[in-house]
């Protein structure tokens, strides 16, 4: 073997060791993620995504960061309250990365930390709380424990975006009395209501009974108005016929024999058809020529 081919056949031994430790220290960076990397054991470049090649022997890749907004959910803690009763706690925490280098080199168990960090924090809330205040206070101690972690996680490029209590859970002792409390609060609402629709039912009925007399009355009322109208106008209009009959027997000019016979009607009508004697008026007489002053008369 010539020198010529050794030659070539280091040239290309050669091209083949760069093109594999070229290849090797290509790195792809994934969208939402960011690596940091080191130059000879110091902080040089935080890498974003896309394509990137790295030194060989002098650069790595210390730590790869997802910049994705997280969820941490942990164990259950145990806290007392102001009035001390011991109860579980059970939070979740959303965070995400903001710096990358002051999380690779502010701390080292960042969940581990987020996690004690909360512990301590809720126990802190809610032993200034009593029982009552925690059970309707989660909106408080969300807002409380969200503010003491987002001051503390700053440092370390963290920001907690919002901190969630799941579950609080009392002592079997405590949740009984609860029990038989909220039962004793729904049986007092259940006989309050029904007393309230009782006396609903009966001013209902009172008022139902007034507007039924009070339109009784005013039904009487009305029909006697309308009967003494009626009678009145009956009278009126009688009068008014006997005012036009006798207008009418005076234009005419009765003659004496005709005021004769009008006078016996009026007499036996006067009579109703009981009596036994008419009493016939002077008047009459004169214009009949009767001579006696009584007449009997039988059925």
Wanted: with cysteine; aromatic share 4%.
């Amino acid at each position: 073997m010539g020198p010529e081919v050794i030659i070539i056949s280091l040239i290309v031994i050669f091209v083949i060791l760069a093109l594999c430790i070229l290849f090797s220290n290509l790195c792809v960076v994934p969208q939402g993620n960011t690596w940091v990397i080191e130059r000879l054991g110091k902080y040089s470049a935080t890498w974003e995504a896309g394509l990137h090649i790295k030194t060989p022997i002098l650069e790595k890749v210390v730590r790869k960061i997802s910049m994705k907004e997280q969820v941490a959910d942990f164990e259950p803690q145990s806290v007392i309250t102001k009035d001390n009763v011991t109860m579980n706690v059970d939070s979740v925490v959303y965070f995400q990365v903001i710096d990358p280098k002051a999380l690779t080199y502010g701390v080292e168990r960042p969940i581990a930390a987020i996690e004690n960090l909360c512990a301590t924090t809720l126990r802190n809330i809610i032993g200034s709380m009593t029982l009552d205040e925690t059970l309707v206070g989660r909106e408080t101690i969300n807002a409380e424990t969200i503010k003491v972690l987002d001051e503390a996680t700053n440092k370390w490029g963290i920001d907690i975006t919002r901190v969630e209590v799941q579950n609080i859970t009392p002592p079997l002792s405590i949740q009984e009395a609860m029990e038989k409390q909220m039962k004793a609060e729904r049986e007092k609402r259940a006989v309050i209501l029904a007393a309230e629709g009782e006396k609903q039912s009966a001013i209902t009925r009172a008022e139902g009974e007034k507007e039924s007399a009070i339109l009784r009355a005013d039904a009487i009322r009305e029909e006697r108005i309308r009967t003494a109208q009626g009678e009145a106008e009956a009278i009126a209009a009688v009068a008014e016929a006997q005012a036009r009959a006798i207008e009418m027997i005076n234009k005419v000019q009765p003659t004496a024999e005709y005021l004769q016979i009008r006078s016996m009607e009026a007499a036996e009508k006067m009579a109703d058809g009981q009596a036994t004697k008419i009493i016939v008026p002077s008047s009459l007489q004169d214009l009949t020529g009767i001579a006696t002053l009584f007449k009997e008369t039988s059925k």
